[in-house]
């Protein structure tokens, strides 16, 4: 994919929270790889400000990215879901790594696919005595029937960004989308400008 946006003539590539940083090494044009971080933190300060807040990683591998959003929310305390499969056949336990009773709890995620695992973490912190759980991840590709699953599930709040379009993301009042077109604007005035892109997530 990187080679066909080369030879198609791109001269360069603007994109948001790549499932891996390591994707910008296959373009051999200039590549920047925005973050919705920014974003959601200045929405969960305008909404959630009053809560006692503690940002959760669903899985061990997000940990670096739960750690930055936590950092840029007056670095709020971080819990870890570890999610193992005992047996083939059985479902998976999720433990708890951190106190997150009596704390508002914000999962985030870079992509929501079917939602499984988000609303299975949701349930399994309200088990540990979290007072709310909420979801804010980048992607929202909510196939299947993950609207349905976050409909019915112990989501507060699903919050993606507008990076994917669905049409039957208003069936539920659970999902809110954020605009991430201020983001690009300001990052293609910075490129245009020949001005510093990173410093935006500074």
């Avoid at 999610?83 to 951190?98: C, D, F, H, P, Y």
């Avoid at 988000?118 to 759980?133: F, H, I, P």
């Avoid at 507060?156 to 999902?175: C, F, Q, R, W």
């Amino acid at each position: 994919m990187a080679n066909l946006i080369t030879t198609a003539g791109a001269n360069r590539v603007l994109t948001m929270d790549l499932h891996a940083g390591q994707i910008q090494g296959f373009f051999d044009i200039p590549t920047d790889n925005l973050w919705a971080a920014p974003v959601m933190a200045a929405d969960i300060q305008e909404r959630y400000a009053s809560e006692k807040l503690m940002v959760v990683s669903p899985d061990v591998g997000g940990v670096v990215r739960a750690r930055s959003l936590a950092k840029r929310l007056d670095n709020a305390p971080l819990a870890i879901v570890d999610k193992r499969r005992e047996r083939a056949g059985e479902s998976e336990v999720m433990n708890i790594i951190g106190d997150v009773e009596g704390h508002c709890c914000v999962l985030v995620d870079d992509i929501v696919d079917s939602a499984g695992t988000l609303c299975n973490a949701a349930a399994a912190l309200k088990a540990q005595g979290a007072t709310k759980v909420l979801a804010y991840c980048s992607h929202g590709v909510l196939s299947g029937k993950a609207v349905e699953r976050v409909a019915n599930g112990e989501l507060a709040e699903l919050v993606v960004t507008d990076s994917i379009y669905h049409a039957n993301m208003g069936e539920t009042p659970k999902i809110r989308r954020l605009a991430i077109a201020p983001l690009f604007g300001e990052a293609i005035h910075r490129i245009a400008d020949e001005s510093s892109v990173s410093s935006l997530f500074d």
